[in-house]
């Protein structure tokens, strides 16, 4: 009878744990920040959103990345791989914000065009490692 009920609960815990980050994703807009979040749970809500993340957006995600990695200077190496909502504009405030950055992987960012691009040769002159495949 307990060993039943201990997965019961388990099963609950999980499935509560799911149902919030599901609604999380879906208001993401109305968050600031994330940071009280684990980790774990940040990157989850992030891989739900992968697809229809948008600029107004995007500073949520920015601002976990950097509480995770200590500071915007730390930061190196970002990947925004199918990322197909963010536009020009949302990938030129990017830059703007990580002039540090080596590597950028914006494969298959349907939104990337011509503006970014020509922001990203001007804001990331160190930029050495770049995807564009599919753009």
């Given at each position: 009878h307990f060993r039943f009920q201990s997965r019961l609960k388990l099963s609950m815990i999980?499935?509560?744990q799911d149902l919030s980050v599901r609604a999380i994703a879906r208001n993401l807009h109305t968050f600031k920040t994330l940071d009280p979040l684990p980790s774990f749970l940040q990157q989850q809500i992030f891989d739900l959103r992968k697809n229809t993340l948008t600029d107004?957006?995007?500073?949520?995600?920015?601002?976990?990345?950097?509480?995770?990695?200590?500071?915007?200077?730390a930061v190196s190496f970002l990947s925004f791989r199918n990322y197909g909502k963010i536009t020009d504009?949302?990938?030129t405030a990017l830059f703007a914000?990580?002039?540090g950055l080596t590597g950028l992987d914006l494969a298959y960012c349907e939104q990337l065009g011509d503006a970014a691009l020509t922001s990203l040769g001007a804001l990331l002159p160190g930029i050495a490692d770049l995807d564009l495949t599919g753009c």
């Amino acid at each position: 009878h307990f060993r039943f009920q201990s997965r019961l609960k388990l099963s609950m815990i999980s499935s509560l744990q799911d149902l919030s980050v599901r609604a999380i994703a879906r208001n993401l807009h109305t968050f600031k920040t994330l940071d009280p979040l684990p980790s774990f749970l940040q990157q989850q809500i992030f891989d739900l959103r992968k697809n229809t993340l948008t600029d107004n957006e995007l500073p949520v995600l920015l601002s976990s990345t950097f509480e995770d990695c200590g500071s915007v200077d730390a930061v190196s190496f970002l990947s925004f791989r199918n990322y197909g909502k963010i536009t020009d504009a949302g990938f030129t405030a990017l830059f703007a914000q990580c002039p540090g950055l080596t590597g950028l992987d914006l494969a298959y960012c349907e939104q990337l065009g011509d503006a970014a691009l020509t922001s990203l040769g001007a804001l990331l002159p160190g930029i050495a490692d770049l995807d564009l495949t599919g753009c």
